[in-house]
């Protein structure tokens, strides 16, 4: 069931991602080309999403969240492990996530890297990546 007052998902997990992170973007179109048309991609950046899927900006921003068909959330990598589930081969490789040890290091990993993804790849221009040819990036003052 899709989450109160956000549109019929037909058949798709949804995936919130930072939309104005080129890290965050990049990752997210990658996943999305793993887990197959069952995955439907959303920046957290659109207008009443959050309140619809009832997640705090502070908590997207922190991580992705998946919020499947039956309306269960995951968030940061075990959103990645989740929405590939519905491929056999990846589904099986993923589940390695859940063994002991594995799961708070990725984890750890994940944070850090969500931590400084502005570093990584820089931050697209919210208003148009580009504007007269020449791109823009927002990177936090040293």
């Known amino acids: ?8 998902l037909a058949g798709q997990d949804l995936l919130l991602y930072d939309g104005e992170c080129r890290f ?3 990752s ?3 996943l999305a080309w793993l887990a197959g048309p069952q995955l439907r991609l959303v920046s957290l ?3 009443g999403l959050l309140e619809a899927v009832a997640i705090s ?3 997207a921003m922190q991580a992705m969240h998946l919020v499947t068909q039956q309306g269960r959330v995951y968030r940061g990598l075990e959103a990645a492990v989740q929405a590939l589930r519905h491929r056999f081969v990846l589904g099986l490789l993923a589940k390695a996530y859940y063994l002991p040890g594995l799961r708070q290091l ?3 990993g994940y944070r850090l890297v969500a931590r400084y993804r502005y570093a990584i790849l820089g931050r697209a221009v919210a208003a148009g990546e580009c504007d007269g040819g020449s791109c823009q990036l ?3 003052p040293r």
């Open 24 to 26: 965050c973007r990049a």
């Open 45 to 47: 950046h659109e207008p």
């Open 28 to 30: 997210a179109e990658r």
């Open 106 to 108: 990725g984890d750890l």
């Open 57 to 59: 900006k502070e908590a």
């Open 138 to 140: 927002h990177l936090k």
């Open 1 to 8: 069931m899709p989450p109160p007052g956000f549109p019929e």
